[in-house]
């Protein structure tokens, strides 16, 4: 998957527009839904947290899930 936000430190100068590895630049921040869903379905959702410095990312953590039928409603569960 790629994005477009960078982390200075590791790209100082970074060429407007381009596309880079979400493995080496996380995502930092997002707005989320799955327009693809159907009612009454059951989904889940595995969010992976990372932490650390730019140049020294920990993906230790166990993901976080959200689960349930598209409905109103959803569970979060996690670590």
């Known amino acids: 998957m790629s994005g477009f936000k960078v ?14 590895s979400t493995f080496e630049h996380p995502v930092q921040s997002f707005v989320w839904d799955d327009f693809t869903a159907k009612l009454d379905h059951e989904y889940t959702y595995r969010f992976h ?16 899930s959200i689960q349930g039928p598209h409905r109103t409603a959803v569970q979060c569960t996690g670590a």
């Open 49 to 64: 947290p990372i932490k650390g410095s730019p140049r020294n990312l920990d993906r230790h953590d166990r993901p976080l």
């Open 7 to 20: 982390f200075r430190s590791v790209v100082p100068q970074p060429i407007p527009g381009a596309h880079v």
